[in-house]
């Protein structure tokens, strides 16, 4: 049973870990970088983007991975003193998924389903529409609750670590 505790273990924190990265790409590079861009531009990247990072290996690798790989690890870990920084960090990623449900796939749902019109009125409608401010903002919260998950991760990995090897 130790070795799936651990495996679990190490496998939320590493699918917590690239899905944190992917909210911070967002947050540092990404939206910064679409920002400066026309409406043409930001329109046509931003439904490129969202349609490539709608794709099974970023599903499994990150976002619902970090989900199931931290409630595999939750279950583990019961009663033992690793437990409550692994369900510390299962609550803490279910805000972001939430938030990523309820907001930003909505957002991201339509602007994709507004199309590529001709006219440059109708492309800085869509901007407008989809509210750079409310996703960045939303994305900023899933930046630092996904790193709290994370870093509750990493310490769980540490207890663990210390309460098998003793």
Known sequence: MDTVRTLSLILATLTMGMITGAFAVFWHAIMPGLATTDDRTFVSAFQSIDKAIINPWFMISGFAGALICTLAATFTQLGRPAFPWIAAALALYLVAFVITIVVNVPLNNAIKAAGLPERATDLAAI????????????????????????????????VHGRTTVS
């Open 127 to 158: 901007r407008v529409a989809f509210d750079e401010a409310k996703w960045r903002m939303w994305n900023l919260v899933r930046v630092l609750v996904s790193t709290a998950a994370l870093t509750c991760l990493t310490w769980a990995l540490v």
